[in-house]
C-alpha cells in the first residue's frame, strides 16, 4: 500500500472491514549506543530496572487520578494490567 504524498501514512484500504497497520519503529542514536554499550551488565539492568519503575509508577498515578475511590490493591491490579497489556 503506498503513501499519500507528503503525508508519511499509509493509504487506507478500499475494503472498509480492513484496517490500515501503521508501524514505527525507532532507532537509538549512535551516541546513545555507545554510552550503553559501555556500561556493564548491572548497570544496564539497573537502569531497565529504573525506567520499568517510573512506568510503573506514571501508570498508578494515572489510574489513581482517573478512580480516586478505587482502594491500593484494586489500583496494584489495574496498573498490572496495563502493564502486561492484559495478560494479567
Same mark, same amino acid.
Do not use: C, Y
Given at each position: 500500500?503506498?503513501?499519500?504524498?507528503?503525508?508519511?501514512?499509509?493509504?487506507?484500504?478500499?475494503?472498509?472491514?480492513?484496517?490500515?497497520?501503521?508501524?514505527?519503529?525507532?532507532?537509538?542514536?549512535?551516541?546513545?549506543?555507545?554510552?550503553?554499550?559501555? $556500561?556493564?551488565? &548491572?548497570? +544496564? =539492568?539497573?537502569? #531497565?530496572?529504573?525506567?520499568?519503575?517510573?512506568?510503573?509508577?506514571?501508570?498508578?498515578?494515572?489510574?489513581?487520578?482517573?478512580?480516586?475511590?478505587?482502594?491500593?490493591?484494586?489500583?496494584? $491490579?489495574?496498573? &498490572?494490567? +496495563? =502493564?502486561?497489556? #492484559?495478560?494479567?
Amino acid at each position: 500500500m503506498k503513501a499519500p504524498v507528503g503525508t508519511g501514512l499509509p493509504r487506507l484500504p478500499k475494503n472498509p472491514t480492513m484496517r490500515a497497520v501503521v508501524e514505527r519503529f525507532e532507532v537509538m542514536d549512535d551516541r546513545l549506543a555507545q554510552v550503553l554499550r559501555e $556500561k556493564s551488565g &548491572a548497570e +544496564r =539492568l539497573r537502569i #531497565g530496572d529504573q525506567m520499568f519503575s517510573f512506568a510503573r509508577d506514571l501508570i498508578a498515578n494515572s489510574v489513581r487520578a482517573a478512580h480516586p475511590q478505587w482502594d491500593e490493591g484494586r489500583i496494584a $491490579k489495574e496498573t &498490572a494490567r +496495563r =502493564l502486561s497489556h #492484559g495478560a494479567v
